[in-house]
């Protein structure tokens, strides 16, 4: 797929062009999770507020207001269309057909609709915030991200001249390139496109997205982006997210149900999908506690995917707990999917896989060859690693632009539960950095949790 993105840019009419195209134009484990939501929660009302944790780039400076009034707007119009329904009907995902249900896709084809929002601009960054039915408000968090993350891009475009504009991707598509070709031909290598929220603009992932399933092949899995799965016959790739644990643990009244309500979850999601799309994210609340109080049929799942511990660490974390529990981790898969660029993936795959690929520069497998050595790894220890690439696949411009200030730079922009039946949401997380919620519920929460396991590193995307 051939586009001059420089000529799109410089042309094009940008106000009259939304950038939300479709509402499959999200995570794919946002219908998923949007489908259980309307199963068990069809009234519980909730609100979603955006943070830019990214404090020195000040959002509502750079972009008008109204900008981004008329875009969300325009998403809100947004209906599903027959094609896409037929597509989430009749398609395989994980191996199983009709993982939608005929009364969820008849749902949203007639009643589906996205809830109203509050914005405005308070010291330089965006106040926006979505309150309303669960089920309308859910699918606001990847619209609304990729809409300010495009509208911050094309804030920066108007600096540029045309000819700028071509230098910038030419050193982004170099620099695309050389990534994709220090990858192409490890065996074993699994990688999806986890990079919709954080992305530079739709068509730049559109165009990373085909140049990876083209040039690295059977390596290139997927991609969670469930439009562009669509569009480009791409496995469509996700479970579920944080959003859900903290739900329910809002909706607890007693420090017990709050303590149990993460594997009362797991018990009503794999109930809800019949044994099917068993990935666990346990960090919610902090990894090592979650596995240390886990009942023993958790352990039958497919595998995990680590969010915000160092993946070396968490990946031998879960290795250990499967083999205290005489499972397999052959037999299991491993998710990478924070902050990952292509040393990360490789040290990452050579470690948990075994695998290490003669084309490959020594020192990315530094970090890895120290905990094989501190771990004494063993075959016995290996599992199927899988990444899931997102800002550093679908929004890396750093040193690309021609001005040399830094305007492209990819930003950490969230979109998080903070509220659910007037109640505050609650995220702790494996980093302290990315703890979420008032001062008092974190505290709170850290007391029935504990802390153990958890790091204070800095949030790099």
């Not at 069809?42 to 009034?69: A, C, E, W, Y």
């Not at 068993?278 to 090592?288: A, E, K, Q, V, W």
């Not at 899988?386 to 690309?400: K, P």
Request: proline fraction near 4%.
């Amino acid at each position: 797929m051939i586009i001059n993105l420089a000529r799109r840019a410089h042309d094009h009419n940008w106000e009259l062009d939304p950038i939300t195209r479709s509402l499959l134009d999200t995570d794919f484990y946002k219908l998923l999770m949007l489908q259980f939501i309307w199963k068990h929660f069809p009234k519980t009302h909730v609100s979603f507020t955006l943070q830019n944790r990214t404090t020195s780039v000040h959002l509502g400076d750079m972009i008008g207001v109204q900008q981004l009034r008329e875009q969300l707007e325009e998403t809100a119009r947004l209906r599903f269309r027959k094609s896409e329904l037929i597509w989430l009907a009749g398609n395989t995902f994980y191996g199983r057909r009709g993982m939608f249900e005929p009364a969820f896709l008849d749902w949203l084809e007639h009643d589906f609709k996205l809830s109203d929002f509050e914005i405005s601009v308070q010291d330089g960054q965006f106040s926006l915030i979505f309150h309303g039915l669960w089920t309308e408000t859910t699918l606001w968090e990847i619209y609304a991200l990729s809409i300010i993350d495009e509208l911050k891009t094309r804030a920066s475009f108007k600096r540029l001249s045309e000819f700028e504009l071509d230098i910038l991707y030419a050193r982004a598509k170099t620099r695309l390139w050389e990534k994709m070709e220090r990858l192409r031909g490890v065996p074993g290598l699994s990688i999806s496109d986890f990079g919709t929220r954080r992305r530079h603009s739709f068509l730049w992932q559109e165009y990373v997205v085909k140049a990876m399933s083209d040039v690295l092949g059977p390596n290139f899995a997927g991609s969670s982006n469930a439009y562009l799965a669509y569009k480009h016959d791409l496995e469509a790739i996700g479970t579920n997210a944080h959003e859900l644990p903290m739900a329910l643990a809002a909706l607890a009244t007693t420090t017990e149900d709050l303590r149990t309500s993460q594997y009362r979850l797991l018990d009503l999601w794999q109930k809800t999908y019949q044994g099917e799309l068993l990935i666990l994210l346990p960090d919610t609340f902090g990894t090592t506690q979650f596995l240390a109080g886990a009942p023993d049929w958790v352990a039958s799942w497919t595998g995990q995917r680590i969010d915000s511990k160092d993946p070396f660490i968490a990946g031998d974390e879960y290795i250990d707990w499967l083999q205290q529990r005489g499972c397999d981790p052959r037999q299991k898969r491993l998710i990478a999917s924070d902050a990952l660029d292509v040393d990360r993936i490789l040290a990452l795959h050579a470690y948990f896989t075994g695998t290490l690929h003669n084309g490959a520069r020594p020192e990315e497998f530094q970090r890895a060859s120290d905990f094989l050595d501190k771990h004494r790894w063993t075959p016995e220890r290996r599992i199927r690693f899988s990444a899931g690439w997102g800002t550093f696949l679908t929004n890396d411009f750093r040193n690309c632009d021609p001005r040399g200030d830094g305007g492209f730079d990819p930003i950490s922009l969230v979109c998080k539960l903070t509220e659910v039946e007037g109640r505050p949401a609650v995220k702790l997380s494996d980093n302290y950095s990315k703890a979420l919620g008032p001062a008092s519920e974190i505290e709170r929460y850290r007391q029935i949790f504990g802390t153990a396991g958890v790091a204070n590193v800095p949030v790099i995307a």
